[in-house]
């Protein structure tokens, strides 16, 4: 099969659903399944990669090839919103096309749709995006609710939202397909770096994840000084939307971090916090399970489906009861050694490889099924 694959999103900067496409496509190269597949660099008319022409996945095997990029976002736009009658021919003439950046492509008449389910998020709470955001993201959401032939959802939550929401669509034609750690569970032997220096090992509380109101910093902020611990609060990762004028004097604000420095923070942290408001999945947890770091985290949404029995499961809106978990744990009422096992067991459910099998799989079941009703 030709499988013409999005992975706009798996740059430098990437986030959650690059992760996502990043580790299926590569998983994909080390299955050696036979099937040919054209890499999109740039995909659709909402997210715009300035890098994409260099940064974005790429594999030296022949049965890969990679679309040339645009010369800018305009000329994306243009591209994927208006397709013209040789779209099909234009993109590489694949038998599958498998969207990872919330668009639906329109234009194709012979290639048959996959079209990757993050999360409806811009529909519970208008808060926590931009109008824009929220509106492209909900057209092609809904377009795909239309046309998409296959929807790969990255949990049963999000499978099961998706159906409240858009009833109308096959259930039978959801396939969950887990995300995994991009970190392993073996010792990695690596060095504090640098500008780690003045953090002791086990010695301060780590949340990892873009800095937005759906991440609730804010109410994490409240349970810490709550908490009164004498271990600073690290909150890792790069600037969302609607946070310009976030901060904290009390906590260290890190920024974008290399996977190095990443993986340091996560083995080293004395508990992973993550109260976010609502997620997809909630890959930071899997890495924090994975490199066995004690969690605590909301008991909303895909969460619980992600740490199991592994985590501390908290109301993410009581900072109060954030706090009593943290201050539990720090009092050793709640075993952290036990935590660690548990974690490290629970994220042995979730394999790139395995994921990759189920794709493999579903390639093959969609291009034998009929076309969605």
């Excluded at 004498?230 to 946070?243: D, F």
Aim: with cysteine; glycine share 8%.
């Amino acid at each position: 099969m030709k499988i013409g694959f999005d992975v706009s999103q798996t740059g430098r900067s990437k986030a959650g659903c690059g992760f996502y496409a990043d580790g299926l496509i590569r998983a994909l190269a080390a299955a050696e399944d036979g099937n040919e597949y054209t890499l999109y660099p740039a995909f659709g008319d909402l997210f715009w990669d300035p890098e994409c022409a260099t940064t974005t996945f790429r594999c030296s095997q022949r049965r890969f090839r990679s679309l040339a990029a645009p010369a800018n976002f305009e000329a994306s736009q243009r591209f994927w919103r208006h397709p013209a009658d040789d779209f099909e021919a234009r993109i590489g003439s694949p038998d599958i096309v498998h969207s990872n950046n919330f668009f639906c492509p329109r234009g194709l008449t012979r290639a048959r749709l996959i079209y990757t389910l993050y999360d409806l998020s811009f529909l519970e709470e208008p808060s926590w995006t931009t109008e824009a955001n929220r509106v492209g993201c909900f057209q092609g959401m809904f377009q795909a609710s239309l046309s998409a032939d296959w929807v790969v959802a990255i949990s049963d939550y999000s499978r099961r939202h998706f159906l409240a929401t858009f009833p109308h669509y096959p259930a039978e034609r959801i396939e969950v397909i887990y995300p995994a750690s991009r970190f392993t569970e073996g010792d990695s032997g690596g060095a504090r770096p640098a500008r780690f220096d003045h953090l002791a090992p086990e010695g301060f509380w780590l949340c990892v994840g873009t800095i937005e109101p759906r991440k609730n910093h804010r109410r994490l902020l409240d349970a810490y000084r709550l908490t009164k611990s004498p271990m600073p609060l690290v909150l890792a990762g790069g600037k969302g939307w609607l946070m310009d004028e976030f901060a904290a004097e009390d906590v260290l604000l890190t920024g974008y971090v290399s996977d190095e420095e990443l993986e340091w923070l996560y083995r080293n942290c004395f508990a992973f916090l993550y109260p976010s408001l609502f997620e997809g999945f909630g890959m930071p947890v899997l890495e924090a399970l994975t490199l066995g770091a004690p969690v605590i985290c909301s008991n909303t949404t895909s969460l619980p489906e992600v740490a199991g029995e592994a985590g501390i499961l908290v109301d993410p809106l009581d900072a109060q009861a954030i706090s009593g978990a943290m201050q539990k744990l720090a009092g050793g009422e709640i075993s952290r050694e036990g935590l660690k096992r548990a974690g490290r067991e629970q994220a042995r459910r979730f394999s790139w490889e395995e994921s990759g099998r189920k794709l493999a799989m579903l390639y093959k079941r969609v291009t034998h099924a009929g076309p969605v009703l």
